[in-house]
């Protein structure tokens, strides 16, 4: 079958989504050439989803003297525009500013986007940039559902796309450290880590009254394929986190980065044995959050037990540190944040301790360091990255199971490769979304 070019690929695409032919995100094709990136080449990037985190993505990749950005995406007039003139001003050139990043993917120049819109829209969004013939850096959670995040691991692979997941503690060099560390075996036999998330912001506040939708801002296309709900600032741009349409409050948007942490030091590369959840809405009952304020998820192995809990509108916690993480051995405990991570002996009877007490800092430079990594890979194709859409499918998967446990109250055991529980089959319901038409769920 000849090769279809991404431009050709996309003037068809789009004259069918427009004549109605097709969802608008089933922008899927198996064969769309890619411009191959040589050593001196420049890297076109564009970003969608301004903000915040994008906007710190992007300023990272712009670091790099050999990445250009030609576009950027935002539904937010304000933040699009004002976006736009930082990147002129480091630049000296206007990038293209698209409010609807179905255009943006029809440049024929992009090489990657950058993806930092809420979650809800992660997955529409990587897929079609995948079938688009663009490399991805996705942040996280990779997805607001599990069935999601299947899809999106597919498309990467059927479209052969080089992919990150912004959990860039993976690249960090303090973790890489207690990676090693855990792998020595110093810490004895570890049969149980404890991860905690702590922050005020998981309680937000009191609600406010729906509001008109602010000038500039295309509110239909933020809340795309979620449950349409009249405007309301407490569910809109940051705190969007706490409502389930677009989020799963702390415990997916810690969840993933410190789980994460854990996956990878006890090799972890499967879903748990068997779920238990519980959480509400305790601490706060009248503030304006869908998530749970309080929680506690247990995942059981077969030798090993991971525990998460999180408790929002406070910032205290175990060991003086509001999030962390305890691998709790025989030999001694080891606690870690990121800013760094140190072991508490165990002691003998005869006050000898059984590990030495060791404390190792941060330098800081996980996210340069992760960015980097994505630069590299896209030049060699290689598509084993820091945190591949595999590693982030995983640990998102298991942040939604806590969700989904805590909100079924149900005892959960759930097949992977069927794609269902066969424990708790009740809760199969909190699966998959039912996308708001025109939108699509993808299928790949
Ligand atoms: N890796 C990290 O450490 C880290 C830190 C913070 C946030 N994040 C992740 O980054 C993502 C964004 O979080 P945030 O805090 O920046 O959120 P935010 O609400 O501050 O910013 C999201 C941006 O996306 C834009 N947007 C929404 N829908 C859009 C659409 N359809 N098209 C184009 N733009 C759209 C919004 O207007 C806004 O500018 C989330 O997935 C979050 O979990 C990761």
């Known amino acids: ?73 935002d539904i937010d007039q304000g933040i699009l525009n004002n976006r736009g003139s930082e990147v002129e001003k480091k630049l000296n050139h206007k990038p293209h500013l698209f409010s609807d990043y179905r255009k943006m993917l029809e440049m024929k120049d992009l090489d990657a986007v950058i993806i930092g819109t809420p979650d809800h829209w992660h997955c529409l969004m990587f897929t079609d940039a995948c079938s688009a013939g663009m490399d991805v850096y996705e942040e996280k959670p990779i997805a607001n559902y599990i069935a999601e995040c299947d899809e999106m691991v597919k498309a990467a692979k059927r479209y052969k796309r080089v992919t990150i997941v912004g959990q860039q503690q993976r690249s960090g060099k303090h973790w890489k450290a207690m990676i ?56 809109f741009h940051g705190s969007w986190r706490m409502f389930w349409s677009y989020g799963g409050g702390l415990m997916t948007d810690w969840g993933v980065h410190l789980l994460d942490m854990v996956l990878w030091g006890m090799n972890i590369k499967t879903l748990p044995k068997r779920i238990v959840g519980v959480g509400g809405k305790f601490a ?18 077969d030798s090993f037990l991971m525990h998460w809990s999180h408790t929002g ?22 606690v870690a944040d990121r800013n760094n991570w140190e072991v508490i002996p165990e002691y003998d009877s005869d006050k000898k301790p059984r590990v030495e007490a060791t404390k190792t800092i941060s330098d800081d430079s996980d996210h340069q360091l992760h960015v980097s990594n994505f630069i590299e890979c896209m030049k060699t194709r290689t598509f084993d990255t820091a945190c591949t859409i595999e590693n982030g499918s995983l640990c998102a998967k298991y942040a939604h199971l806590g969700n989904i446990a805590a909100r079924s109250g149900l005892t959960l055991v759930y097949d ?23 939108w699509a769920f993808p299928s790949y």
């Not at 431009?7 to 769309?32: H, Q, Y």
């Not at 998981?202 to 509110?219: H, N, T, W």
């Open 284 to 301: 706060f009952p009248d503030n304006c959050p869908e998530t749970f304020d309080t929680q506690s998820v247990v995942y059981e192995f």
């Open 1 to 73: 079958m000849a090769m279809i070019t991404r431009r050709d690929f996309l003037k068809t695409s789009a004259t069918a989504v427009a004549a109605g032919l097709v969802a608008p995100s089933a922008l899927g094709f198996p064969e769309v050439e890619h411009r191959i990136i040589g050593a001196n080449d420049r890297i076109n990037v564009g970003l969608i989803g301004c903000r915040n985190m994008g906007w710190g993505n992007l300023s990272d990749f712009l670091l790099h003297k050999e990445v250009d950005c030609l576009a950027l995406c």
């Open 313 to 334: 509108g406070v910032e205290t916690g175990p060991y003086n540190r509001n999030y962390g993480i305890a691998f709790k051995g025989t030999n001694g405990t080891l």
């Open 180 to 235: 090693d560390y855990l792998n020595s075996g110093k810490l004895g036999k570890i049969a149980r880590a404890d991860v905690w998330a702590n922050f005020n912001y998981g309680a937000l506040g009191k609600p406010i009254p729906d509001s008109l939708v602010p000038e500039g801002v295309d509110y239909e296309m933020w809340q795309g394929p979620a449950k349409l709900r009249p405007f309301n600032q407490q569910h």
């Open 416 to 438: 992977d490769q069927k794609h269902s529980f066969t424990t708790g089959k009740e809760a199969n319901s909190y699966l998959m979304p039912k996308y708001r038409r025109p």
